[in-house]
């Protein structure tokens, strides 16, 4: 039995590798990933399905603790917070060419273009505004 499995196995041939990016070293969970944090290693091509590309993946931020030598999916990264739960943030509300700010607090973390909730330290009123930029809620008023 053990010969025919073997005769097989060398009909077949060894499993085609292919080059796949994998991480150089360890990158903790929340870490932003960088293009300099890859290194190309030939790998088994069933083990590179679904491997992202250095493009796809650099600019990210990892979702666990990922060791050197990962080859990174989709499900390990998520596009980078820019405002996390609990931090100061500053609220734009807008309405026509009325900008007003505020100074607050988010209740939610969230990534660019994200509905999030935050609170007005001035008012302490809570309000449903998206992500801008680092730190920034734009509430539209209508």
Do not use: Y
Not at 67 to 87: H, K, N, S, W
């Amino acid at each position: 039995m053990i010969s025919i499995l073997g005769l097989a196995l060398l009909a077949f041939g060894t499993p085609e590798e292919v080059p796949v990016a994998v991480l150089g070293h360890a990158v903790q969970k929340g870490d932003r990933i960088e293009a300099g944090d890859f290194s190309v290693e030939q790998r088994p091509a069933a083990a590179a399905r679904g491997a992202l590309t250095v493009d796809q993946a650099a600019g990210m931020e990892a979702t666990r603790n990922l060791p050197a030598g990962t080859v990174v999916r989709q499900a390990d990264l998520m596009r980078p917070q820019m405002i996390r739960r609990g931090e100061p943030v500053t609220i734009r509300i807008v309405s026509g060419p009325l900008i007003i700010t505020s100074a607050g607090r988010a209740l939610a973390g969230g990534s660019k273009g994200d509905a999030v909730r935050v609170v007005a330290n001035a008012t302490n009123r809570t309000l449903d505004g998206v992500v801008e930029a680092s730190g920034v809620v734009r509430i539209v008023t209508p």
